[in-house]
């Protein structure tokens, strides 16, 4: 017998910035994907995906020739299978989980992570990579194996099960404090639009940047500051003037915020404003953020909630709101009042395993 899970994912300051290679500070929550699974002797994996009332069978007597768009279960063994690993002993595995799907706490991206698990235990020879190797593994077999606009945040958090400041640059990841205060997930009921929402913020703020660079060799945006914004507006295309703004100041929001959660006991009330400063950059220059998603967060923030955000890429999905115990009821409240499909209290997860 297998059993694995591998949790989602709530991005909290940093959100459309690892495709520019810039930090994101993102944690695990406790939502989670599960895999369990008893040996068979039939060389194959007999999956019976429940929630979605979907069954799909693996022949591990077969090479993989072809791999259709979005078929996790088949790049991850053949990533696994190029790297060594060898998958003969068949198995009839259940898959289930309460993350909500398409709704931007990467369902996904967990089902990849839990996945790699299992090949990872079924193998018969001995890969065994550290958990952030395990979230580059994922990276690949989600996003670059099928071409993807999205970045490395989703893998690498997932695997590592921690609240994390990640260098996209690099893939380095810092562990930081899980002392956020208390956590309400929202689920809108308006399904996210992932990939455009991706595309256009990303070929926008990359044509942006690309823009302030040819005009300016030396600028670096590691080093940048609030007032280049204005300085180097003139040169942006008109087009990418917002995803210029949006790429500089969350940028330095995400590097206050790591500031922040680098203390042992950080003031969330300061978080809850980083975060609206955040969610203002989100829902006016990405403009990711339906008008009835933006008067579920009012109507949070009206009723006691320090800070509230849009979650992922955007244009439906799910939302955060950062409160505290004794604003928690009303803030769920709000929530549903104002037509979410459902808000709960999540709480942040963390593992000792890096």
């Given at each position: 017998m297998i059993g694995v899970s591998a949790a989602a994912r709530i991005c909290f300051y940093g959100d459309h910035q690892d495709y520019l290679k810039l930090p994101v500070i993102a944690g695990t929550i406790d939502r989670k994907i599960y895999i369990?699974?008893?040996?068979?002797?039939?060389?194959?994996?007999?999956?019976?995906?429940v929630d979605i009332k979907e069954h799909k069978e693996i022949d591990l007597n077969k090479k993989?020739?072809?791999?259709?768009?979005?078929?996790?279960?088949?790049?991850c063994l053949l990533l696994l299978q190029n790297k060594g690993g060898r998958f003969t002993q068949g198995y009839d595995i259940e898959i289930s989980g309460n993350i909500p799907v398409n709704a931007g706490i990467s369902s996904s991206s967990a089902l990849v992570v839990a996945w790699l698990r299992f090949l990872l235990q079924a193998q018969a020879t001995a890969l065994n990579?550290?958990?952030?190797?395990?979230?580059?593994?994922?990276?690949?077999?989600?996003?670059?194996?099928?071409?993807?606009?999205?970045?490395?945040?989703?893998q690498y958090t997932i695997a590592q099960e921690n609240v994390l400041f990640i260098d996209t640059r690099t893939g380095q990841s810092e562990i930081l404090t899980p002392k956020m205060g208390t956590l309400i997930l929202a689920e809108s009921g308006i399904p996210k639009q992932t990939l455009s929402v991706l595309k256009n913020a990303r070929v926008?703020?990359?044509?942006?940047?690309?823009?302030?660079?040819?005009y300016d060799p030396n600028f670096d945006i590691y080093n940048a500051k609030t007032e280049d914004v204005d300085k180097y507006k003139f040169v942006v295309p008109e087009l990418y003037k917002k995803h210029w703004k949006a790429a500089v100041l969350n940028y330095?929001?995400?590097?206050?915020?790591?500031?922040?959660?680098?203390?042992?006991?950080?003031?969330?009330?300061?978080l809850g404003k980083l975060m609206n400063e955040h969610q203002d950059l989100l829902e006016n220059c990405i403009e990711n953020t339906p008008i009835q998603m933006k008067d579920q967060m009012?109507?949070?923030?009206?009723?006691?909630?320090?800070?509230?955000?849009?979650?992922?890429?955007?244009?439906?999905?799910?939302?955060?709101?950062?409160?505290?115990?004794?604003?928690k009821?009303?803030?769920?409240?709000?929530?549903?009042?104002?037509?979410?499909?459902?808000?709960y209290e999540v709480n942040l997860i963390t593992s000792a395993i890096v």
């Open positions: 369990n699974a008893r040996p068979n002797d039939i060389s194959k994996y007999i999956l019976q995906l993989i020739n072809s791999i259709l768009p979005g078929d996790y279960f088949l790049s990579p550290s958990q952030a190797e395990l979230g580059h593994w994922a990276y690949e077999a989600e996003v670059l194996f099928f071409n993807q606009p999205g970045g490395l945040m989703d926008y703020s990359q044509e942006a940047l690309k823009a302030v660079q040819e330095l929001i995400t590097l206050k915020a790591k500031a922040l959660l680098s203390e042992n006991a950080p003031d969330i009330i300061r009012k109507a949070a923030l009206k009723a006691g909630a320090l800070g509230a955000k849009i979650i992922g890429s955007g244009g439906g999905g799910c939302m955060v709101a950062l409160t505290t115990e004794q604003s009821a009303n803030v769920i409240n709000a929530f549903k009042a104002a037509g979410a499909k459902n808000a």
